[in-house]
């Protein structure tokens, strides 16, 4: 199987590109395009020798072009990602963060035998697009690829309810009155994964958890209302599928994102994986469940309030969102202005026609109005 990994130099590329290694009878690398990080991407094309190398950032093209033999083809600039991901590979993984994913996203869905995806804020802007679309869609979270699996082999009509687990992340205990004293350095201390700064602080705020839960709902096509979120602090039991017989089927593992990377390359089979680190259910003892609180995380409230509204209304929430994380990222904002910043633009947007161009505007706009006002907007 051709493979073409957009995002390879961030954390799911790099986790393909370790299955790929260590699968390499049964993969190939067709293309690698990064947004910046030219020296791993370099490194990266020599080991895996692709057809095809991008780099985003147009100032680090001759640095790659000059480090590669002259018979892979090297492409920059912002349209990288949608050119990779218009060439014939037998499959995308679609790993670049948030709305800059959406384009590619799209364009690997028309060309791609398989998409691999791991863009949540692509099938939260565009989902509503791509609904007609025959390509194979295997979700690579970890609690999508969980519940993938548990529904693989029933029917959907048996479907009662789907289960979102969540971590919790870092500050599941600690109280409200101690939010204003948070800071970066804590916020990117996840408990239980390895993810990007991105996902980190998004799964901080529960902001991930929402994400997710619209993610469920373009992928399984099912109402929001049958969709329940608890946090489990273990994060043994990635997500659960309750049928209307009252069965409900769960998929655990440890926290590795290896195994649903893995699964969606591979699926419907499945192959040995030596890299990730078995089970063990009896050196965890117990496993712990809890209603997400929604007073401390209201983030998680408003994925469900945009899921009412429809249309543009998720492209706002994705935004606001990606602006705010943006802003606390470079510690402009507190860790408490994320969810002020996330309902500002979540009542904020234009009730326009859903296609591409009002997304981009939509999008555009929330952003760009956050990221020039935010001192006075924290401040509402």
């Known amino acids: 199987m051709k493979v073409t990994i957009l995002g390879s130099t961030g954390s799911i590329g790099t986790q393909t590109l370790d299955i790929i290694r260590n699968n390499r009878q049964d993969f190939d690398v067709y293309g690698l395009i990064a947004g910046s990080n030219h020296e791993l991407l370099i490194k990266q094309a020599k080991e895996f ?22 018979s892979v083809k090297v492409i920059s ?13 037998d499959m995308v993984i679609c790993a670049i963060v948030g709305m800059a994913g959406l384009d590619s996203f ?6 791609s035998k398989r998409v691999g995806l791991a863009n949540k804020e692509a099938l939260v802007c565009g989902g509503e697009l791509i609904s007609e679309n025959k390509t194979e869609l ?87 209302e049958n969709i329940k979120v608890l946090v489990h602090r273990e994060s043994i039991i990635h997500s659960m599928v309750e049928f209307i017989d009252g ?19 591979t699926y419907p089979d499945r192959i040995k994986n030596t890299q990730v680190k078995r089970l063990d259910l009896s050196n965890i003892g117990s496993l712990h469940f809890e209603k997400p609180d929604l007073k401390r995380f209201p983030c998680l409230s408003f994925a469900f309030e945009g899921l009412k509204k429809g249309g543009l209304a998720l492209t706002a929430l994705n935004a606001a969102n990606e602006a705010a994380v943006s ?21 904020s947007f234009e009730d326009e026609d ?24 924290v401040e509402l």
């Open 49 to 70: 020798n692709p057809s095809l190398v991008g780099i985003a950032d147009e100032s680090k093209y001759k640095a790659v072009r000059d480090n590669l033999p002259l």
């Open 77 to 89: 600039g912002i349209e990288a990602a949608r050119l990779a991901a218009s060439e014939k590979a």
């Open 106 to 111: 799209l364009e690997a869905l028309k060309s």
């Open 138 to 224: 295997l979700p690579i979270d970890s609690e999508h690829s969980a519940i993938f699996q548990c529904i693989n082999g029933n029917k959907k009509k048996e479907i009662d309810k789907i289960i979102i687990t969540a971590s919790g992340g870092p500050f599941r205990e600690k109280p409200a009155c101690e939010f204003k004293d948070i800071t970066l350095e804590m916020a990117l201390k996840h408990p239980n994964w390895s993810m990007g700064k991105k996902i980190t602080i998004d799964s901080a705020t529960l902001m991930n958890k929402g994400l997710e839960v619209i993610e469920a709902v373009r992928l399984f096509n099912i109402s929001p």
């Open 247 to 265: 069965s409900v089927m769960a998929q655990l593992g440890n926290a590795d994102m290896r195994i649903p990377i893995q699964y969606a390359m």
């Open 327 to 347: 802003l606390f990222l470079q510690e402009q904002i507190k860790f408490t202005d994320i969810p002020k910043l996330v309902e500002y633009g979540l009542n």
């Open 354 to 377: 859903l296609n591409l161009e009002n997304i981009h505007h939509t999008h555009n706009m929330i952003m760009d109005k956050i990221i020039a006002d935010y001192k006075s907007l």
